[in-house]
């Protein structure tokens, strides 16, 4: 075996480089074919060559679909038969008057007296009994603080939200009666939607051309409604006669007759009613007779946005403007004349409204700046134009949302309400220094309410939001 293998070494030591290379590869593949390997890998080669994917080609759409593109981008109005959430709900519970309303070609404000439908006889009765007010057992409102504020915290959404307007919610009013929670609301196309709790009824009406910027019940009549809208008209709804009357429609004034001279807000005087419209102009109409205006003034040279008389010294009444002014009048001044205010609050921006509290003895703006600030008009003098607090809130809502406009609770001095844009979605009550007394939300409040009233003398709280849906507060006794 020595001399073999000795023998083989000087055959090898013979051979050049790449004989001996081209010797042991051949050595190996014999011992690869021996072991079965080179084998193994063609079997293993040609497996996988039998499993790789085949792409299938797909199709072609022989159909082709129009692209899509945003009406709100291009500037244009959406369809007619888009509808939002809820929107065919509404519709169902409506009478046929809605239909009968659309098909008239003349405007809504040439229109002097509207009827309620005959088929709507049964929802006229049954809402006119529960308009009759009874002394109420106990006034929320009247409560002492810490009471106030431990109610306050019981209430919630105890019913879903409720569909009542086609449009956007512009403005809201609560009926004083106990017997029902009766909700009017006003919405962006100049509908007037009326609701009814107890029988969980409601009934919507055409009324004007243009939003329904403020709505209110009437203090000396409990059947009536005042109704006042972008469009320079005022309505005057009566349930006992069952008709909806123009008592108040704008002229020009002012130097430019290029726009519409539209109607802003309404507040009560001794059984009629100061109107303020887009010229700056504020009107003191006779409820009685249509179109009568007894007296006029000129207070603002841009919008007035909310118009209020005093609680207690009537003869003198407060506006706010689109240019930064909060002033208070003398209605024993009035003329069509540019008049000089009794006072003026400064304001950094415009404003969107100003109210008294329940005595008058303080006054909250809301402004365009994100402030809202509370005044001091106990005295009616130079010192009450300095705020005494300035209170920090987001006021821009937007363009698909109503303004923000800070109210009084009924009753009270110290306690006022407004909406916000904070999240999780609320309706916030303040006190005059500024701090939260609490945030009414719900798991069922998803969207922001802009526009806010609260009952007279419950505590109901009702909110509106851009969608024409109702989100009512309360405690769980007062809605069953």
């Known amino acids: 075996m020595d001399d073999i293998e000795s023998t083989s070494d000087d055959e090898d030591d013979n051979l050049t480089y790449e004989q001996q290379r081209e010797k042991r590869m051949k050595k190996n593949e014999e011992m690869l074919d021996i072991l079965g390997v080179n084998q193994a890998a063609k079997t293993l080669v040609n497996c996988l060559q039998k499993q790789t994917p085949v792409k299938k080609s797909k199709p072609k759409n022989t159909s082709l679909k129009p692209e899509r593109r945003s009406l709100r981008i291009a500037n244009l109005p959406a369809s007619e038969d888009y509808h939002l959430p809820g929107e065919s709900e509404l519709k169902s519970n409506n009478s046929e008057s809605s239909k009968k309303y659309d098909s008239y070609e003349t405007n809504f404000k040439d229109q002097r007296s509207i009827s309620i439908p005959e088929e709507d006889s049964d929802f006229v009765e049954k809402l006119n009994d529960d308009l009759a007010i009874k002394e109420a ?14 109610v306050l ?70 059947h009536k409604l005042f109704s006042t809208s972008h469009d320079g008209s005022a309505r005057c709804g009566d349930i006992v006669k069952r008709t909806f009357d123009v008592i108040y429609k704008t002229d020009w004034k002012g130097q430019s ?37 007894i007296n006029t003034a000129w207070c603002h040279e841009r919008s007035v946005r909310t118009v209020q008389c005093h609680p207690l010294e009537k003869h003198h009444f407060l506006t706010s403007s689109g240019i930064g002014e909060v002033s208070l009048w003398d209605i024993r001044n009035m003329t069509d004349q540019s008049i000089n205010p009794v006072l003026q609050f400064e304001h950094p921006k415009s404003l969107t409204s100003a109210f008294f509290s329940a005595s008058g003895t ?43 406009k800070a109210k009084w609770n009924p009753g009270r001095d110290n306690e006022f309400f407004v909406g916000s844009m904070l999240s999780p979605k609320r309706i916030q009550v303040y006190n005059c220094a500024g701090h939260v007394l609490h945030n009414l939300m719900s798991t069922d409040m998803t969207t922001y309410c802009s526009v806010i009233e609260v009952h007279p003398t419950q505590a109901i709280y009702v909110g509106g939001n851009g969608s024409g849906r109702l989100h009512i507060f309360s405690t769980k006794e007062q809605l069953t």
Do not use: Q
Not at 137 to 150: A, E, I, N, R, Y
């Open 153 to 222: 915290k019981s209430l919630d959404m105890y019913t879903p939200s409720l569909k009542v307007c086609e449009k956007r919610i512009y403005s809201l009013a609560i009926h004083p009666s106990e017997t029902s929670l009766i909700v009017a609301a006003g919405d962006l196309r100049g509908n007037i939607s009326l609701y009814n709790n107890r029988n969980s009824e409601m009934r919507e009406y055409r009324l004007h051309d243009a939003p329904v910027n403020c709505i209110s019940f009437c203090t000396w009549d409990p």
């Open 362 to 404: 303080k006054m909250v703006s809301t402004c365009n700046d994100d402030n809202i600030r509370i005044f001091n008009t106990d005295r009616l003098n130079s010192s009450a134009t300095k705020p005494i607090n300035i209170i920090p809130h987001n006021n821009h809502t937007g363009r698909w949302l109503s303004v923000f």
């Open 257 to 293: 007759k290029s726009k519409m001279n539209h109607a802003t807000w309404h507040t009560e005087f001794e059984r009629n009613l100061l109107i303020g419209n887009g010229s700056g102009h504020v009107d003191l109409v006779d409820t009685r007779t249509p179109d009568k205006i």
């Open 137 to 150: 057992v106990k006034d929320f409102h009247l409560l002492p603080s810490h009471k106030f504020v431990h």
